[in-house]
Nanobody, 122 residues
Framework: QVQLVESGGGSVQAGGSLRLSCAAS????????MGWFRQAPGQEREFVTA????????YSADSVKGRFTISRDNAKNTVYLQMNSLKPEDTAVYYC???????????????WGQGTQVTVSS
């Protein structure tokens, strides 16, 4: 079992920045790949970005490339999502998730956090 707890959400104006954190417990952190997904009201949960177990590989959705950066600190059992140049369309509940390998597919993720709200106003 892996427990995930997100933090760092909030409200920001367009063009601003936020950093989300996700603390993991229950399994050796370096053995799990991590991803961030988001879900806006009335929409499907969508992939944002993911990072491999070692942190050596990352993969991001085209909509966030150049603006969002995923990173991890295996010593702190934490994954981060740095979000810059935020847009109103980034407004959503953001979820971190854990998988056995890096992937953009929801079905590959076995464990999910409770989500944290990000609201970007124009």
């Amino acid at each position: 079992q892996v427990q995930l707890v997100e933090s760092g959400g909030g409200s920001v104006q367009a063009g601003g920045s936020l950093r989300l954190s996700c603390a993991a417990s229950g399994r050796t952190f370096s053995t799990i790949a991590m991803g961030w997904f988001r879900q806006a009201p009335g929409q499907e949960r969508e992939f944002v970005t993911a990072i491999s177990r070692s942190g050596g590989s990352t993969y991001s959705a085209d909509s966030v490339k150049g603006r969002f950066t995923i990173s991890r600190d295996n010593a702190k059992n934490t994954v981060y999502l740095q979000m810059n140049s935020l847009k109103p369309e980034d407004t959503a509940v953001y979820y971190c998730a854990a998988a056995n390998f890096i992937s953009s597919l929801k079905d590959h993720y076995n464990y999910w956090g409770q989500g944290t709200q990000v609201t970007v106003s124009s």
